[in-house]
T-cell receptor
């Protein structure tokens, strides 16, 4: 069973479209994250949710809106897509207070905006 | 200054070499230190974890943390072509808010 699963794996779309990425974890973790990885492999935190509550909201355009219906799911909706949004988006989960477990990452969603 | 600095490389070594990867950081509140390995087109996976200062060894991998110098290292002994990947250092304070280095791309040539 996949611990952190993201869908879709690949997403190619035109500028101006709205798209969503879904994430689910079956590890029982209480915190989930969205990271953006650019072409230089730099991982940048976008959002973090703990038990459905937003706890980290980095400087991200408000075209990006996360939603956590329950602590096992964290979705990312992107409005009015731009060329610069092309990147790999990773979902991750962790258990607060268990730093030794680190983060468990999904396999990523490769978004290409044309 | 970035919170976590890591030389992106690329780093290319022959098979069997000892590899040394390093990161420096500026936030003295960091106490959990990790190394992630990321293969091409895959998500990062936790490779090594160290709490506070000290060394930790796991097979061919050794992680070192020097909090006084704000410097962490990962050593890979007897490197193999299968070790070719991007290695990311990561660290967090008590709140699990993890910050990543830029990643070092390593190639081990047969």
């Amino acid at each position: 069973d996949t611990a952190v699963s993201q869908t879709p794996k690949y997403l190619v779309t035109q500028m101006g479209n709205d798209k969503s990425i879904k994430c689910e974890q079956n590890l029982g973790h209480d915190t989930m994250y969205w990271y953006k990885q650019d072409s230089k492999k730099f991982l940048k935190i976008m959002f973090s949710y703990n038990n459905k509550e937003l706890i980290i909201n980095e400087t991200v355009p408000n075209r990006f809106s996360p939603k956590s219906p329950d602590k096992a799911h964290l979705n990312l909706h992107i409005n009015s897509l731009e060329l610069g949004d092309s990147a790999v988006y990773f979902c991750a989960s962790s258990q607060v207070g268990r730093g030794d477990y680190g983060y468990t990452f999904g396999s990523g969603t490769r978004l290409t905006v044309v | 200054q970035k919170e976590v600095e890591q030389d992106p490389g690329p780093l290319s070594v022959p098979e069997g070499a000892i590899v040394s990867l390093n990161c420096t950081y500026s936030n003295s509140a960091f106490q959990y230190f990790m190394w992630y390995r990321q293969y091409s087109r895959k998500g990062p996976e936790l490779l090594m974890y160290t709490y506070s200062s000290g060394n930790k060894e796991d097979g061919r991998f050794t992680a070192q943390v020097d909090k006084s110098s704000k410097y962490i290292s990962l050593f890979i002994r007897d490197s193999q072509p299968s070790d070719s990947a991007t290695y990311l250092c990561a660290m967090s304070a008590w709140n699990n808010d993890m910050r990543f280095g830029a990643g070092t791309r390593l190639t081990v040539k047969p």
